[in-house]
């Protein structure tokens, strides 16, 4: 487990007034993450948690809150698609 948490992804939000505010937000689009990191370890869906909930989804999940990011690299930002 150490090792998994040495290298986790990290979701940039749109900006909030506050911590309550983002950690709102993530709850809000908790499935869509959830899925996120199931598919890279396991790609057969209906093998998934059937009902992937907020309870679920924090009691597998680490959630940091971090308000600002500062991008270090002078090239455009390339978008991939997402369905939040």
């Known amino acids: 487990?150490?090792?998994?948490?040495?290298?986790?992804l990290?979701?940039?939000i749109p900006e909030t007034d506050s911590e309550e505010e983002a950690?709102?937000?993530i709850s809000k689009h908790h499935k869509e993450i959830f899925e996120n990191e199931?598919?890279?370890w396991h790609t057969i869906e209906?093998?998934?948690?059937k009902k992937r909930t907020l309870a679920m989804f924090q009691a597998w999940f680490d959630l940091e809150y971090h308000s600002e990011v500062?991008?270090?690299v002078n090239m455009p930002i390339e978008e991939e698609d997402c369905e939040f």
């Open 23 to 25: 950690i709102a937000l």
């Open 1 to 8: 487990m150490d090792e998994l948490r040495r290298d986790v």
């Open 46 to 49: 209906h093998d998934w948690p």
């Open 38 to 40: 199931l598919l890279p």
């Open 10 to 12: 990290c979701f940039l």
């Open 70 to 72: 500062v991008d270090l």
